[in-house]
């Protein structure tokens, strides 16, 4: 009896901390090979990342039958930041990150060749299970506006991207279902999806632009 009440008393623990705190989801993208494979291009670039871009978080909920109830946080900026700055690092063969627009005249005490400023237009997560085939599919619509200066501060481009990152997580509800209900599924990978996506194509925007 005794061991009976302290699985129920672990279940509402665990369960609380879903729904209450939230389940911290874990995002870990990764850089585009093909990144790799870009020639660097031999410039001094300033990268504005907008703050607001860097602390974004993403609360989601989700009531369903098979998956349970869950608050998820989706800690979405700071990785999809990190990535941006790695790939500025491989892009160009020299990156200062910055905290503010600079002027001309500092970009040129600088030495800054070109400047780039990044900041998050929509991040929109769709979250759903189909109960008939036990499996759940995130969608991830994430859309970024980029621009590129010269050296006098003119803007190169300013160009809006999307994307849409996706991920289909399923399960045996035989043996999984009931942890399933607790943890929720992966809907991580979605986000993950659609980071190294939205920045695998401004290295590609960088790289064509800042190269004529």
Known sequence: MKRYCMGILLFLFI???ATSSGIRIRIEPTLDKRISDMRPLSRHAGLL?????????????QSDA??????FVFRIGAPLAKNIEEMAKRVFTKVTLLNE?????????MGLDNVITVSLSTSRLELGVEESVWRAIG???L??????????????FDHSLSVEGKCVDIIDFETEGGWWKIAGPKYGPAVEDSIEKIVFDLAQQLSAAAGD
Request: hydrophobic content about 30%.
């Open 15 to 17: 369960a609380g901390c």
């Open 49 to 61: 990342i907008d703050p607001a871009l860097r602390s974004f978080t993403q609360d989601e909920y």
């Open 66 to 71: 098979v998956a349970g109830y869950h608050h």
């Open 101 to 109: 627009l600079p002027s001309s005249a500092i970009m040129e005490n």
């Open 139 to 141: 969608k991830h619509n």
């Open 143 to 156: 859309t970024i506006q980029t621009s590129l200066l010269d050296k006098q501060s003119h803007k190169i």
